[in-house]
């Protein structure tokens, strides 16, 4: 056979015809399964996905300062760590010392930290103090000729995430601490990021940022999983996320 047309014999040739196969074809291709549309992704990754902390690092690379001077990190350090802002938060980059006040517990008390306080400056829902053993939140500086954080829509209660190497943690604002000195968080706040929660000799001398989404806030205060569930939205909202 070529093209078509077959020997036939007694020397006569008969035309053989092929049934057009483009009904066919399109037929076929209206039956065969379709794969679903891939989800819009924001630089390849998901809208949803969790969000990274090397992207929030490149969202904080850049400083415009909003704080008039820089804070210490320790009482006898160098004045180095500048309060730094955008349109949707306000961060810092500094070390982590543990805060163990609040109610006293098996971790947290007088004779765990030489410097323990049975109060933190924002309580929870029903008067108490806040839980340093159980609830993540980290502290800032009161208000001041240096930073009023009031300002740029900090308050107890607002929402934080917490970076340090490749882990990513929300926590609230939950207690403020000394006029010059930044960069300390909870217990369970240094628990979770995996730093040594001890308050005599955890903490770490470099490496976390803090990111305080502004005009947000946990209610109540104690309710980490909405914590999380706001720190999620507004993180990937802080990156670009659109999805």
């Given at each position: 056979?070529?093209?078509?047309?077959?020997?036939?014999p007694?020397?006569?040739?008969?035309?053989?015809?092929?049934?057009?196969?483009?009904?066919v074809l399109?037929?076929?291709?209206?039956?065969?399964?379709?794969?679903?549309?891939?989800?819009?992704?924001t630089?390849?990754?998901?809208?949803?996905?969790?969000?990274?902390a090397?992207?929030?690092?490149?969202?904080?690379?850049?400083?415009?300062?909003?704080?008039?001077?820089?804070y210490?990190?320790?009482?006898?350090?160098?004045?180095?760590?500048?309060?730094c802002?955008t349109?949707?938060a306000?961060?810092?980059?500094?070390?982590?010392?543990?805060?163990c006040?609040?109610?006293?517990?098996?971790r947290?008390?007088?004779?765990?930290?030489p410097?323990?306080?049975?109060?933190?400056?924002?309580?929870?829902?029903?008067?108490?103090?806040l839980?340093a053993?159980r609830?993540?939140?980290?502290?800032?500086?009161?208000?001041?000729?240096?930073?009023?954080?009031?300002a740029?829509?900090?308050?107890g209660?607002?929402?934080?995430?917490?970076?340090?190497?490749?882990?990513v943690?929300y926590?609230?604002?939950?207690?403020?601490?000394?006029?010059?000195i930044?960069?300390?968080?909870?217990?369970?706040?240094?628990?979770a990021?995996?730093?040594?929660?001890?308050?005599?000799?955890g903490?770490?001398?470099s490496?976390?940022?803090?990111?305080?989404?502004r005009d947000?806030?946990?209610?109540?205060i104690?309710?980490h999983?909405?914590?999380?569930?706001?720190?999620?939205?507004?993180?990937?909202?802080?990156?670009?996320?659109?999805?």
């Open positions: 056979m070529r093209d078509g047309v077959r020997n036939v007694y020397g006569r040739f008969l035309s053989v015809r092929f049934p057009s196969l483009v009904p399109a037929g076929a291709a209206l039956l065969a399964p379709t794969s679903p549309p891939a989800a819009a992704t630089h390849g990754v998901p809208p949803g996905a969790p969000v990274a090397a992207e929030l690092r490149a969202r904080t690379r850049d400083c415009a300062q909003v704080s008039h001077g820089r210490r990190e320790d009482a006898n350090g160098p004045a180095k760590v500048r309060v802002g349109r949707d306000v961060f810092w980059k500094a070390d982590l010392d543990i805060d006040d609040g109610r006293p517990g098996t947290c008390n007088r004779r765990t930290d410097y323990f306080s049975p109060a933190t400056a924002f309580p929870q829902s029903d008067g108490r103090p839980d053993e609830l993540p939140y980290i502290v800032i500086p009161p208000a001041s000729a240096l930073w009023d954080h009031r740029h829509g900090v308050r209660g607002s929402v934080a995430a917490v970076l340090y190497r490749d882990r943690r926590a609230v604002v939950g207690d403020t601490g000394p006029r010059d930044i960069g300390e968080a909870s217990y369970a706040t240094a628990r990021l995996g730093i040594d929660p001890d308050p005599r000799a903490g770490v001398p490496g976390v940022t803090y990111i305080v989404f947000t806030r946990t209610r109540p104690e309710d999983d909405e914590t999380v569930a706001q720190g999620e939205q507004l993180a990937r909202q802080f990156v670009g996320r659109t999805g």
